[in-house]
């Protein structure tokens, strides 16, 4: 067990846990902190305390989620105090709340016909081929829109749909409720969505 | 968002279905709205289109790519590592 071989001071166990989880841990910092360089102290302060805590390591978690976990609040701390934003929670609520729509609703027949209101007016079209959708340029778009993205949608995101988190480990490292964490997974994906639509219908 | 009916009045439609994409690729819904879900993709090819390219999002999210570690940070994470372990204590 890794955890046992870290308390014993091997430091093979510790570097292999650093190649697995540090990049990881670098962009998630991103999302809270202005630079490359700040996210990066962010990770390394993390790893200080990740060995300082070893004790209070509790393994009805997986020890990726701890760790992020304490990420998330050495990252929170760090960017409060650098750009003295609203706090958290609210934005968390903010984001719940605004209750956009996942597709314009101009896409939707109005209710004048009530046989045919809320179908499609205007129905999505095939994405075409694959190799379009996975260049680089539209890795690029795919990259731009998760940038403007609300904080808790982004997180959300990344670690699911990036990172390959599953949904549980998502709500123990945010502190999300199972709901939440779908609401802002949806949001964020639609946006993804609607902006490869619009790029990918543009030019053949 | 409704709770869709058993009449075919109230089955769900494609505004709503767009909301509820991501708890069925979830499997978060509970029975009869996937039953609908299910009935409603049989009949309209815009949602699964739509499902589609739900699917083929998720897939390009995922291949936006990794940056592997650098080596100079891993001495610093490293160096971190022996100090902590000079001062423990044991």
Request: with cysteine; charged share 25%; glycine share 4%.
């Amino acid at each position: 067990m890794i955890v046992a071989a870290l308390k014993q001071g091997d430091e093979q166990a510790f570097a292999w846990l650093v190649d697995q989880h540090h990049a990881t841990l670098v962009r998630l910092a991103l999302r809270y902190v202005p630079d490359v360089a700040t996210a990066e102290e962010v990770a390394q302060d993390t790893w200080l305390h990740v060995l300082r805590g070893l004790d209070r390591f509790q393994f009805r978690s997986s020890l990726k989620t701890w760790i992020a976990a304490i990420l998330v609040n050495r990252a929170r701390t760090r960017g409060q105090r650098e750009r003295r934003s609203t706090p958290f929670s609210r934005a968390w609520a903010a984001a719940l709340a605004d209750g956009e729509p996942a597709v314009d609703p101009e896409r939707f027949f109005g209710p004048q016909d009530p046989a045919l209101a809320d179908r499609w007016a205007s129905a999505p079209r095939t994405f075409g081929p694959e190799e379009r959708l996975l260049a680089s340029e539209t890795q690029g778009l795919v990259q731009q829109t998760i940038a403007g993205l609300s904080l808790a949608q982004r997180e959300v995101i990344t670690l699911r749909d990036i990172e390959g988190w599953s949904a549980a480990q998502v709500c123990t490292a945010l502190g999300l409720s199972e709901t939440n964490q779908r609401v802002l997974l949806h949001r964020a994906r639609s946006k993804v969505r609607a902006a490869l639509e619009r790029y990918l219908s543009e030019q053949p | 968002m409704t709770t869709p009916h058993a009449s075919p009045e109230d089955e769900i439609r494609c505004r709503e279905l767009v909301e509820l994409v991501t708890p069925y690729l979830e499997d978060a819904l509970p029975p009869d709205e996937r039953a609908a879900v299910e009935r409603h993709l049989a009949g309209c090819d815009g949602c699964q289109t739509y499902l589609e390219q739900m699917r083929l999002t998720i897939r390009a999210i995922g291949h936006v790519s990794d940056e592997a570690i650098t080596s100079r940070t891993r001495d610093e994470v490293l160096a971190i590592f022996r100090t902590w372990r000079q001062t423990r204590p044991s």
